[in-house]
Structures are given as structure tokens and as C-alpha cells.
């Protein structure tokens, strides 16, 4: 699951920072960089073109997070199986 460094929420539109690897909700880090040029964690110059798009699909709730944890687990543990 992804937590934006800004507002500590689950991001709807989830991008990361390139320089520091932190994820951010797209629509707040674009309002930090205008104003501020600068990661709002790191303090490192940051610029619209440092911001990359988060493909993967975050887990939104707790029960859609132990289905995966619980699917993932059974196929790693099949493949000990003899």
C-alpha cells in the first residue's frame, strides 16, 4: 500500500519522486514543486520532470491486502511443496 509523504493518505493518483523514491498524491506534489522547486522530505531541488507515474495498483483496504498476502503466500508455499 502507498501513503503520500505529504498528506499521509492512500493517493488516488500515486507518482514518486525520482531523486528520493518517495510517493506522493500527483496533484499535491505538482502544487509543492510550483511553489517551491524543492521535495517537500529531502529539500532537494525537484521539478515536474523528476515526477514519475506509479503503474502499479496500490491495495486500498485491509481485506483486499490479506487476500493478496493470503494468494501470494499459498503460490510461494506450493512451490516448496514436493
Not at 496533484?27 to 524543492?38: D, H, S, T, V
Not at 521539478?47 to 485491509?62: G, M
Amino acid at each position: 500500500m502507498f501513503f503520500c509523504a505529504i498528506s499521509g493518505e492512500v493517493p488516488t493518483d500515486p507518482v514518486v519522486a525520482q531523486p528520493s523514491g518517495h510517493v506522493y498524491e500527483r496533484r499535491l506534489i505538482e502544487k509543492y514543486i510550483a511553489e517551491n522547486g524543492a521535495d517537500p522530505i529531502t529539500g532537494g531541488k525537484l521539478e515536474l520532470s523528476d515526477i514519475i507515474t506509479v503503474k502499479a495498483k496500490a491495495v486500498a483496504d485491509a481485506s483486499s491486502a490479506m487476500v493478496l498476502f493470503t494468494t501470494l503466500n499459498s503460490a510461494i508455499l506450493g512451490t516448496f511443496s514436493c
